[in-house]
T-cell receptor, first 113, second 113 residues
């Protein structure tokens, strides 16, 4: 397996534009997580899914953020409209069970100007 | 989830053992101790986890005190490639209630020649 695959690796967009980040988890993994990393706040869990169902989205900063998992092999994190303070590295991770290791993707570096 | 306390930074000579401490005095009986690391610009990487017994894998050893209030991650023969931020995380991982992996500031381990 190629691991967790995220796209794009880098995204630069203008304030107010819609941004969509994509993630392909490891095949067979039941859990998928979206994290955000900034210098100020470190790594924050935004939302996680179990069997494609969102379980906990308490970390989603505001209504501008939304995440979907239409099937077991694909998830998106959308920001609409984007703001400069959304600039961060966004990581997707997946795990087989709840008490096993989580595998992280390489991240998407988002810059909103 | 219980809070963890780690030293902000540590140094280690190449080839020597690196011992990274973590305090988690408020850990509850059903919470696991996880260790992850993040090498610059990469996604976090799982190292090891345990409940109450000491654990060892090909990467490291995890020593958990009998009262479970602290633990030590041991990298037996540190190399330059082990330079990274090391995160100690305490999380419940039972059943369908996945405990969030809440990342703190971690310990910056620098391995020098």
């Amino acid at each position: 397996d190629a691991g967790v695959i995220q796209s794009p690796r880098h995204e630069v967009t203008e304030m107010g534009q819609e941004v969509t980040l994509r993630c392909k988890p490891i095949s067979g993994h039941d859990y998928l997580f979206w994290y955000r990393q900034t210098m100020m706040r470190g790594l924050e869990l935004l939302i996680y899914f179990n069997n494609n169902v969102p379980i906990d989205d308490s970390g989603m900063p505001e209504d501008r953020f939304s995440a979907k998992m239409p099937n077991a092999s694909f998830s998106t994190l959308k920001i609409q409209p984007s703001e400069p303070r959304d600039s961060a590295v966004y990581f997707c991770a997946s795990s087989l069970y709840s008490n096993t290791e989580a595998f992280f993707g390489q991240g998407t570096r988002l810059t909103v100007v | 989830d219980a809070k963890t306390t780690q030293p902000p930074s540590m140094d280690c000579a190449e080839g020597r053992a690196a011992n990274l401490p973590c305090n988690h005095s408020t850990i509850s009986g059903n919470e696991y101790v996880y260790w992850y690391r993040q090498i610059h610009s990469q996604g976090p990487q799982y190292i090891i986890h345990g409940l109450k017994n000491n654990e060892t894998n090909e990467m490291a050893s995890l020593i958990i005190t009998e009262d479970r209030k602290s633990s030590t991650l041991i990298l037996p023969h540190a190399t330059l490639r082990d330079t990274a931020v090391y995160y100690c995380i305490v999380s419940y991982a039972g059943g369908t209630s996945y405990g969030k992996l809440t990342f703190g500031q971690g310990t910056i381990l620098t391995v020098h020649p």
